[in-house]
T-cell receptor, first 111, second 110 residues
């Protein structure tokens, strides 16, 4: 069991570019979550999958954000037309029942 | 939505001291977890504790669900305990997402 894996660890992009992050959950975990954390705050929920179905999306997830989890395994989070306000740590978590386990995060900087 | 409040926001200790971190929540919960965020940003699981008491080495936690609070105890603190401690809860009967407090930033000086 290798834990939750996120790629890349760091991403610097120019405003207006598109970025995509990947999350590989713990194997056999059927639930996968994306959170966003800005400086000095706790993580905030973005979206949640059970298997391949996206069951909930936060109001924080604007139309520029899209997440997928094809085949109920890994997930991708895409941000289109990035803005400076998108700069944050993007965290992925997975769970089987209730206890959630987090990956190392992807730190996005939009310049 | 559910409110999660952590106190104190900041705590400075000398190595060897004990401390208590508190988490208050406003509604009934299915799940409560304590995390330690390391300097690289990863959230490390400390306890999954929707109720009762658990201990792991120098750390222990107690959740009193009926009174809507949880406590994290750190004994004989070490410099490696420094970082931000988060409490996160899952609302009972709600969606299966965690709602985080703002954290307690702990600094342990040698």
């Amino acid at each position: 069991d290798t834990g939750v894996s996120q790629d890349p660890r760091h991403k610097i992009t120019k405003r207006g570019q598109n970025v995509t992050f990947r999350c590989d959950p713990i194997s056999e975990h059927n639930r996968l979550y994306w959170y966003r954390q800005t400086l000095g705050q706790g993580p905030e929920f973005l979206t949640y999958f059970q298997n391949e179905a996206q069951l909930e999306k936060s109001r924080l997830l604007s139309d520029r954000f899209s997440a997928e989890r094809p085949k109920g395994s890994f997930s991708t989070l895409e941000i289109q037309r990035t803005e400076q306000g998108d700069s944050a740590m993007y965290l992925c978590a997975s769970s089987m029942y209730s206890e959630a386990f987090f990956g190392q995060g992807t730190r996005l900087t939009v310049v | 939505g559910i409110q999660v409040e952590q106190s104190p926001p900041d705590l400075i200790l000398q190595e060897g001291a004990n401390s208590t971190l508190r988490c208050n929540f406003s509604d009934s919960v299915n799940n409560l977890q304590w995390f330690h965020q390391n300097p690289w940003g990863q959230l490390i699981n400390l306890f999954y504790i929707p109720s009762g008491t658990k201990q792991n080495g120098r750390l222990s936690a107690t959740t009193v669900a009926t009174e809507r609070y949880s406590l994290l105890y750190i004994s004989s603190s070490q410099t490696t305990d420094s970082g931000v401690y988060f409490c996160a809860v899952e609302l009972e009967g709600g969606s299966e997402k965690l709602v985080f407090g703002k954290g307690t930033k702990l600094t342990v000086n040698p």
